[in-house]
């Protein structure tokens, strides 16, 4: 049972413009969500949170929309760089679920000039 | 280097040999977690160890794995008579405090061959 979904598993964008990452979970109790960026052979890099009682959060060039109602979160990055090529995971955490983090499958961005 | 480490990076078993992983948590830290990747997946959460206590052990098969934090020293994850399909990444994180609303840190990550 797949609890935190990706369902794009690759994204193409053109240096400079937007681009934006989804993710959706089924769990009502996730309260914590995080995005993780991933180089090949390397672990993941924490890139932004947001808990629930936020609908945005912002560092930068990265944003971060979430939807309770539609249990469904976003990442955006603008504006995009080559540097940004990596894979993108969603993960979640629920209070009381032991600090354990749900990750999704993630997406592979590809930033091309 | 103040980073969560990880050793050794690449790891091959023969089946049936044991595999011992190593994590050394951010200074400061003394929550540590492992996951495991499998080839085209996410991570899977594994177990949530504190100095000495094992606090959730929800991921770990059953048989074959074990982990310890002991209280010098790093982390191990042991998987004993490894099989081909124990082959994966595994990941190692750590957090201050343990607290929910808290940012896991990751390692590098072992890779895990078993020929």
């Known amino acids: 049972d797949q609890q935190v979904k990706q369902n794009s598993p690759s994204l193409s964008v053109q240096e400079g413009r937007i681009s934006i990452l989804n993710c959706d979970y089924t769990n009502s109790m996730f309260d914590y969500f995080l995005w993780y960026k991933k180089y090949p052979a390397e672990g993941p890099t924490f890139l932004i949170s947001?808990?629930?009682?936020?609908d945005k959060n912002e560092d930068g060039r990265f944003t971060v929309f979430l939807n309770k109602s539609a249990k469904h979160l976003s990442l955006h990055i603008v504006p995009s760089q080559p540097g940004d090529s990596a894979v993108y995971f969603c993960?979640?955490?629920?209070?009381?679920?032991?600090?354990?983090?749900?990750f999704g499958t993630g997406t592979q961005l590809k930033v091309e000039l | 280097n103040a980073g969560v480490m990880q050793n050794p990076r690449h790891l091959v078993r023969r089946r049936g040999q044991e595999a011992r992983l190593r994590c050394s948590p951010m200074?400061?830290?003394?929550?540590v977690y492992w996951y495991r990747q499998l080839p085209e997946e996410g991570l899977k959460f594994m177990v949530y160890?504190?100095?000495?206590?094992?606090?959730?052990e929800s991921g770990m098969p059953k048989e074959r794995f074990s982990a310890e934090f002991p209280k010098e020293g790093p982390s191990i994850l042991r998987i004993q008579q490894v099989v081909r399909g124990d082959s994966a990444a595994y990941f190692c994180?750590?957090?201050?405090?343990?607290?929910?609303?808290?940012?896991?840190?990751f390692g590098p990550g072992t890779r895990l061959t078993v020929t």
């Open positions: 200074k400061g830290h003394s929550h």
């Open positions: 160890l504190q100095k000495e206590n094992i606090i959730d």
């Open positions: 993960a979640a955490a629920a209070k009381g679920g032991g600090n354990k983090l749900t």
């Open positions: 994180a750590s957090s201050p405090n343990g607290a929910v609303f808290e940012v896991q840190y």
């Open positions: 947001i808990s629930s009682i936020k």
